[in-house]
């Protein structure tokens, strides 16, 4: 069955840096692509990154565009999200997630259980 | 970018009733929109995808509509494990933006 675990979620200080793991099972991870979606505590859902499945093309979400890099490791199933430069706005769980479907038609049909970061002095 | 915007942002109602949840794009979106919905502390799931497709599954309950900018989910026969926080999500464009959730709640 299809699994995403992710890991790497802590408390870190304004201006510091975390990665993030999201390890996969259960697929062919390298024929999908890859999404992290994140949740602010009490908050909605907000997409923030997206890698395609050869790992050619990576999208962000204009508020963490230079700070955070999205990337995968196919021989290990695993999707990466460093964040740099973290503020207390980046506060959230982060989830990992399936995109199902072709650019316009995707869909997250499988998420992780997520990870918290929490950005705090 | 685009924003979605959902309504009623909460909603009560009973076991048996039957709900519509609207979802608004400030621009065309096709029927490039998805629904999901969340449990508390547990992550999202995907009920519908492209405006009306009942994911793999997904109770047949649950269905969705529309085109543009307008859209709905509807459930029938609410079951008491039906009460959630409801999500939609385009893929029109990235960022691939949420609406703000609906939380339904049992009367």
């Known amino acids: 069955q299809v699994q995403l675990v992710e890991s790497g979620g802590g408390v870190v200080q304004p201006g510091r840096s975390l990665r993030l793991s999201c390890a996969a099972s259960g697929f062919t991870f390298n024929s999908y692509g890859m999404h992290w979606v994140r949740q602010a505590p009490g908050k909605g859902l907000e997409w923030v990154a997206f890698i395609f499945s050869d790992g050619t093309n990576k999208y962000y979400i204009d508020s963490v565009k230079g700070r955070f890099t999205i990337s995968r490791d196919d021989p290990k199933n695993t999707l990466y999200l460093q964040m740099d430069s973290l503020r207390a706005e980046d506060t959230a769980v982060y989830y990992c997630?399936?995109?199902?479907?072709?650019?316009?038609?995707?869909?997250?049909?499988?998420w992780g259980q997520g990870t918290l970061v929490t950005v705090s002095s | 970018d685009i924003q979605m915007t959902q309504s009623p942002s909460s909603l009560s109602a009973s076991v048996g009733d039957r709900v519509t949840i609207t979802c608004r794009a400030s621009?065309?979106?096709?029927?490039?929109l998805n629904w999901y919905q969340q449990k508390p502390n547990k992550a999202p799931e995907l009920l519908i995808y492209t405006s009306s497709n009942l994911q793999s599954g997904a109770p047949s309950r649950f269905s969705g509509s529309g085109s543009g900018t307008d859209f709905t989910l509807t459930i029938t026969t609410l079951q008491p494990e039906d009460f959630a926080t409801y999500f939609c999500?385009?893929?029109?464009?990235?960022?691939?933006?949420f609406g703000q959730g609906t939380k339904l709640e049992i009367k």
């Open positions: 997630a399936r995109g199902r479907g072709m650019t316009v038609t995707v869909r997250f049909d499988y």
């Open positions: 999500q385009q893929s029109y464009s990235t960022p691939y933006s």
């Open positions: 621009q065309s979106i096709s029927s490039f």
